[in-house]
């Protein structure tokens, strides 16, 4: 199956709230994530930084 997931990164809110950018510059996909657990605890631990995907 083939997944997809939106989300962003808080360095680019905040730059982009600078600068006036268009909100859709921050989002961002991961296609065919494999490994959810390690997504889920990474996002869940490091939530109020940053969402990310280590392969």
Not at 2 to 26: A, I, L, P, T
Not at 27 to 43: E, M, Q
């Amino acid at each position: 199956m083939n997944y997809q997931f939106v989300g962003w990164h808080r360095d680019r809110w905040k730059s982009s709230q600078d600068k006036n950018n268009d909100v859709v510059d921050m989002l961002f996909r991961f296609a065919s994530v494999r490994n959810f657990t390690r997504l889920r605890l990474y996002i869940s631990n490091n939530y109020l930084e940053k969402v990310s995907l280590h392969p």
